[in-house]
């Protein structure tokens, strides 16, 4: 990574946890039960199940290339965090 990238995304994350602090919301990265139950369902989910949702299949049909990690898993955390709350 560059190091003009590490400059900003150290100073997002600086932003990001000043905003945090001012909040009586807790910031997902510190309830580790997300990270957890997000990895066991990943592990669980197949991945032509994850390719056949349609958010997927529109996201990577507008774009010129196949798609990221981050995308396809994306549902999967988004379940995780409904099932812990």
Request: net charge positive; aromatic share 8%; glycine share 4%.
């Amino acid at each position: 990574m560059a190091l003009y990238s590490m400059r900003k995304a150290r100073g997002c994350w600086t932003c990001i946890r000043a905003l945090h602090r001012g909040s009586e919301a807790t910031p997902v990265p510190q309830v580790s039960e997300h990270t957890e139950l997000s990895w066991i369902l990943t592990c669980m989910v197949r991945l032509p199940r994850l390719q056949h949702l349609h958010q997927w299949k529109t996201k990577t049909t507008k774009q010129k290339h196949d798609g990221t990690v981050g995308l396809l898993t994306y549902p999967v955390l988004q379940a995780a965090d409904i099932l812990c709350y």
